[in-house]
Every structure is written in C-alpha cells, then in structure tokens.
C-alpha cells in the first residue's frame, strides 16, 4: 500500500471511530474524509476567501456529527515514524504538522485536534490542552499534549467539549 493509500484508509478508519464514539454506538457514518482530505480551505484561504467547515481531514457529513467538526479543525496522519524526539528540539514532521494545525484552528477559531499514528503503535490523540479527564501520554512545551486514541473515546463528547 502507497503512503497516500495509507493515509486514505486512516482517514476512513477514525471517521468511523469517531462517528461510533459521538453517536454513542449508533452510527458509523457522521464523519467522511474531507474535500481533497482539507486541501479544499488551504486553497480558499490563499485566494483570501474564507471556508466555514472543511478545514482538516475530517468533515460531518451530518448535523449530529457537527458538534465535533464545528469546535475541532481534526487532521489525521499516519507515518513510519512520528518523530517525538525531533519534537522536543522544535524540528521534524511533527513540528511542521502541528504548526500548521495551529494556525488552520486560529484562523477557523476552533480547536486542534491530531489524530496521529506511527506503524505498529497504538493510536495517539493531541490536543493544545490538558483535557483532565484522561491521563495524558505527555505534555510538550510547544503546547502540544498527546493521549491514547481509545483512552478518549472511552468519555462522552460532552467531556471534551
């Protein structure tokens, strides 16, 4: 499988996820993968127009999925290597995701929320917060605070919002 195959059915696999966690088990299909998987906003905000939902990888694709989408800008990556180290000395892939994801949430006012895995690693979840319900993974000092996938959607949506 390609990267971008990869990145697809990754991308497929959280908007389940996430579908089965904020409807509570009964829907798995409130979320789908972006238009051009987010490229859509980053091509609008160039051009100096503003995009009122489509920014990250992740959209509702129903009104009960929105409660999500309308307080989250959610990218999803999935690479070999995350490069957690490189992190820590303010380089790498991370680092450029992260401020990127940043500055998608300040301009669109909502919050970042990356859903990031490294092959053959459980799933991560990272947030420019500590949530407090959920004993996080550990906190960066770039505002960076990661957690387990499956240890968040243990808790209603309701927590996190």
Same mark, same amino acid.
């Given at each position: 499988? @390609?990267?971008?195959?990869? /990145? ?7 908007? &389940?996820?996430?579908?089965?966690? !904020? ?14 998987? /987010? +490229?859509?906003? *980053? ?5 100096g127009q503003k995009t009122?939902? /489509? ?6 694709? *129903?009104?009960? +999925?929105?409660?999500? *989408?309308?307080?989250? !800008?959610?990218?999803?990556? @999935?690479?070999?290597?995350? +490069? ?7 380089? +790498? ?25 490294? @092959? &053959? ?7 420019? &917060? @500590? ?11 770039? /505002?960076?605070? !990661?957690?387990?996938?499956?240890d968040l959607i243990k ?7």
């Amino acid at each position: 499988m @390609n990267s971008k195959q990869k /990145g697809s059915s990754f991308e497929r696999e959280i908007c &389940r996820k996430l579908s089965l966690w !904020v409807s509570e088990g009964n829907s798995d299909d409130l979320y789908w993968r972006s238009a051009m998987s /987010g +490229g859509r906003a *980053t091509v609008r905000t160039k051009k100096g127009q503003k995009t009122t939902h /489509g920014q990250g990888d992740i959209s509702s694709v *129903t009104p009960e +999925g929105s409660i999500l *989408t309308d307080n989250f !800008v959610i990218e999803c990556k @999935n690479y070999n290597s995350i +490069g957690f180290s490189n992190f820590l000395y303010n380089k +790498g892939v991370l680092k450029e995701i992260w401020s990127k994801l940043l500055k998608e949430s300040i301009e669109s006012n909502k919050h970042p929320l990356l859903v990031i895995k490294e @092959n &053959r690693k459980p799933v991560l979840v990272c947030f420019n &917060r @500590n949530i407090g319900f959920i004993p996080f993974l550990c906190k960066f000092k770039q /505002g960076l605070v !990661v957690y387990y996938f499956d240890d968040l959607i243990k808790f209603s949506i309701m927590e996190l919002l």
